[in-house]
């Protein structure tokens, strides 16, 4: 399975911006999917999971109500809606996968995800 992270860009604090993560398999149904951020200088870190159904998701606090993560099976596509966007969200943002079926699992450690994406800049600016 191949993963392609898109919908970046530049917008200003407030806005809102869709992250996409498609993937190449039609068993991605089969997968829990996370995104995580690398701001510059800093370490990579966990942002939403969202478990293989969909019925399961979890966020990191700093993004509690403003962002959503879905996902379309039917397409093999991952989704993070970015709402009120802060100057703070600026980083590059990855999609990951991991294979768990049968399981309904979320996951936020880095080390639990085997499959990456290249990862899509967002860049809100104050």
């Known amino acids: 399975v191949q993963l392609q992270a898109s919908g970046g860009g530049l917008v200003q604090a407030g806005g809102s911006l869709r992250l996409s993560c498609a993937a190449s398999?039609?068993?991605?149904?089969?997968?829990?999917v996370g995104w995580f951020r690398q701001a510059p200088g800093k370490e990579r870190e966990f942002v939403a999971s969202i478990s293989r159904s969909g019925r399961t998701t979890v966020y990191t606090d700093s993004v509690k109500g403003r962002f959503t993560i879905s996902r379309d099976n039917a397409k093999n596509t991952v989704y993070l809606q970015l709402n009120s966007l802060k100057p703070e969200d600026t980083a590059v943002y990855y999609c990951?996968?991991?294979?768990?079926?049968?399981?309904?699992?979320?996951?936020?450690?880095?080390?639990?995800?085997?499959?990456w994406g290249q990862g899509t800049l967002v860049t809100v600016s104050s």
């Open positions: 398999a039609r068993t991605f149904s089969r997968h829990t």
């Open positions: 990951a996968a991991t294979f768990t079926y049968p399981h309904e699992s979320t996951m936020r450690g880095l080390w639990e995800y085997d499959l």
